[in-house]
């Protein structure tokens, strides 16, 4: 049977101070960084271009109906063999496989992500949108080569730690791209402009100045990603079977990746997939809500950033180092659990925020809560995808996993505008926490299946 990234289960329990250094090893280093590099792009097409898209008075249905940009996350599997197999022209030769992806990836999503800087909403959607799906499958692609890199470089056993530094450069750059984009865009507004319109409106004003700056720094921000993989060593290639002609090459890429994990997983990859598909639902589909809700709440660009930037940023990290840590410890499928549990809870406390009215220190408890539960069921969500894997077809596998993940929940987010525009948010919001409820049956299941199975 081939080689998969299960680790052995005779392998012994690291001690507190072998799993911090961990963290510091080059490869959870580089990890951080190109973590960083696949966070930057996701917010920007959907989470942050949601507020750029409110405040342009652009109405909630459709801001929804626009998040279905999403879903090219959700379909990257398709083309998943072609990045774990096909050779890009001068770049694989000197870079190397997954290497090359990368950079080629990083490059298209700097290109989509000028586009939007250079594009007005109020004048016309079709622009934006055609960018915004530039970036989202550029970003896809990226995601694929670095699945890919990450579980070359390193044994099973340093997965969770790898995903845990993943996930923590991964959240810095969503902070970064929500918090940060909001932050320089209030700088560069046009303070007399602002006010005025303010002042006769008595509603948020849209400049799209602002946002061109703000984009354009987005922009430029991938290049702590193009720099570490031009500074970073390809991982040992997997030896891969030779075609001896297209049907054969063809049936390796695009065949056997699924059929090897249906052979070694049986009954169980139904199962499997099924907790794939909603582990993170009430996550995905809360998320594409809550920059509008943010605006309708009356909180500015300054009070979001400054509660996602401060509070965010240290409830993220200690949430995907904590849960990075008890993965390590005490087992993925345990954490599995506990973080499907707080992710469901803390979209509650948006319900309630919603009947509380605008606070921000209300806001900064309710996002502080809810950035340690999504970087605590993330981390440990990340290393048990990872534990599924063939090594022999990480990219494609992994593609299939990840974008199990996101292609119901970005469907279902799609109608969210809508939701909030019949029933209002509160009822959204404790909504999308009910759909947590299965999740913590199909754990439940996958833990004893995978327990039986091992026994």
Same mark, same amino acid.
């Given at each position: 049977?081939?080689?998969?990234?299960?680790?052995?289960?005779?392998?012994?329990?690291?001690?507190?101070?072998?799993?911090?250094?961990?963290?510091?090893?080059?490869?959870?280093?580089?990890?951080?960084?190109?973590?960083?590099?696949?966070?930057?792009?996701?917010?920007?097409?959907?989470?942050?271009?949601?507020?750029?898209?409110?405040?342009a008075g652009i109405d909630r249905s459709t801001?929804?109906?626009?998040?279905?940009?999403?879903?090219?996350?959700?379909?990257?599997?398709?083309?998943?063999?072609?990045?774990?197999?096909?050779?890009?022209?001068?770049?694989?030769?000197?870079?190397?496989?997954?290497?090359?992806?990368?950079?080629?990836?990083?490059?298209?999503?700097?290109?989509?992500?000028?586009?939007?800087? $250079?594009?007005?909403?109020?004048? +016309?959607?079709? #622009?934006?949108? &055609?960018? =915004?799906?530039?970036? *989202?499958?550029?970003? %896809? @692609?990226?995601?694929?080569?670095?699945?890919?890199?990450?579980?070359?470089?390193?044994?099973?056993?340093?997965?969770?730690?790898?995903?845990?530094?993943?996930?923590?450069?991964?959240?810095?750059?969503?902070?970064?791209?929500?918090?940060?984009? $909001?932050?320089?865009?209030?700088? +560069?507004?046009? #303070?007399?402009? &602002?006010? =005025?319109?303010?002042? *006769?409106?008595?509603? %948020? @004003?849209?400049?799209?100045?602002?946002?061109?700056?703000?984009?354009?720094?987005?922009?430029?921000?991938?290049?702590?990603?193009?720099?570490?993989?031009?500074?970073?060593?390809?991982?040992?290639?997997?030896?891969?079977?030779?075609?001896?002609?297209?049907?054969?090459?063809?049936?390796?890429?695009?065949?056997?990746?699924?059929?090897?994990?249906?052979?070694?997983?049986?009954?169980?990859?139904?199962?499997?997939?099924?907790?794939?598909?909603?582990?993170?639902?009430?996550?995905?589909?809360?998320?594409?809500?809550?920059?509008?809700?943010?605006?309708?709440?009356?909180?500015?660009?300054?009070?979001v950033a400054a509660v996602t930037k401060v509070?965010?940023?240290?409830?993220?990290?200690?949430?995907?180092?904590?849960?990075?840590?008890?993965?390590?410890?005490?087992?993925?499928?345990?954490?599995?659990m506990l973080g499907a549990l707080l992710s469901?809870?803390?979209?509650?406390?948006?319900?309630?925020?919603?009947?509380?009215?605008?606070?921000?220190?209300?806001?900064?408890?309710?996002?502080?809560?809810?950035?340690?539960?999504?970087?605590?069921?993330?981390?440990?969500?990340?290393?048990?995808?990872?534990?599924?894997?063939?090594?022999?077809?990480?990219?494609?596998?992994?593609?299939?996993?990840?974008?199990?993940?996101?292609?119901?929940?970005?469907?279902?987010?799609?109608?969210?505008?809508?939701?909030?525009?019949?029933?209002?948010?509160?009822?959204?919001?404790?909504?999308?926490?009910?759909?947590?409820?299965?999740?913590?049956?199909?754990?439940?299941?996958?833990?004893?299946?995978?327990?039986?199975?091992?026994?």
């Amino acid at each position: 049977m081939p080689p998969t990234t299960t680790p052995s289960p005779t392998a012994p329990r690291m001690s507190w101070l072998q799993t911090l250094r961990v963290y510091l090893e080059p490869a959870s280093l580089r990890m951080l960084t190109l973590g960083f590099s696949a966070g930057l792009p996701l917010l920007l097409v959907l989470g942050t271009l949601s507020f750029r898209l409110r405040e342009a008075g652009i109405d909630r249905s459709t801001i929804g109906h626009l998040s279905w940009v999403g879903l090219a996350y959700g379909f990257k599997w398709a083309w998943a063999p072609l990045v774990d197999r096909l050779p890009l022209p001068l770049l694989t030769h000197t870079l190397g496989r997954r290497r090359s992806w990368l950079l080629l990836s990083q490059c298209l999503v700097v290109a989509g992500l000028v586009g939007m800087a $250079l594009t007005d909403p109020r004048q +016309a959607l079709s #622009p934006v949108v &055609a960018c =915004a799906l530039m970036v *989202a499958f550029a970003s %896809a @692609t990226h995601d694929i080569a670095l699945d890919a890199f990450r579980i070359e470089s390193a044994d099973a056993n340093h997965q969770a730690a790898l995903a845990a530094a993943y996930q923590t450069g991964y959240r810095l750059a969503m902070i970064w791209a929500g918090a940060g984009v $909001l932050w320089i865009a209030a700088r +560069a507004e046009a #303070p007399a402009l &602002a006010g =005025a319109a303010a002042a *006769a409106t008595g509603a %948020a @004003t849209y400049q799209n100045g602002a946002w061109q700056t703000a984009y354009l720094v987005m922009a430029a921000s991938m290049a702590v990603g193009m720099v570490t993989v031009l500074f970073s060593r390809e991982p040992r290639p997997v030896e891969l079977p030779p075609a001896r002609n297209a049907a054969e090459w063809l049936r390796g890429a695009l065949l056997e990746p699924f059929a090897d994990f249906v052979r070694r997983y049986r009954w169980q990859a139904a199962l499997i997939l099924a907790l794939i598909a909603v582990y993170r639902i009430s996550d995905v589909v809360m998320g594409i809500m809550a920059n509008p809700f943010y605006v309708d709440m009356g909180y500015t660009k300054d009070e979001v950033a400054a509660v996602t930037k401060v509070y965010g940023v240290v409830m993220t990290l200690v949430g995907a180092f904590v849960g990075g840590s008890l993965a390590m410890r005490f087992g993925v499928m345990r954490i599995l659990m506990l973080g499907a549990l707080l992710s469901a809870c803390t979209n509650l406390l948006f319900a309630w925020l919603a009947g509380h009215g605008h606070d921000v220190t209300a806001l900064i408890a309710v996002v502080s809560a809810d950035n340690l539960a999504s970087g605590i069921a993330s981390a440990a969500f990340i290393a048990y995808l990872s534990s599924l894997t063939n090594v022999s077809y990480s990219a494609t596998q992994y593609a299939l996993f990840s974008s199990m993940m996101l292609l119901l929940p970005k469907f279902v987010a799609g109608f969210s505008g809508d939701y909030v525009n019949a029933f209002g948010y509160a009822q959204f919001f404790a909504s999308t926490a009910l759909l947590g409820l299965p999740v913590l049956g199909l754990v439940w299941i996958a833990s004893k299946a995978k327990s039986a199975s091992s026994a």
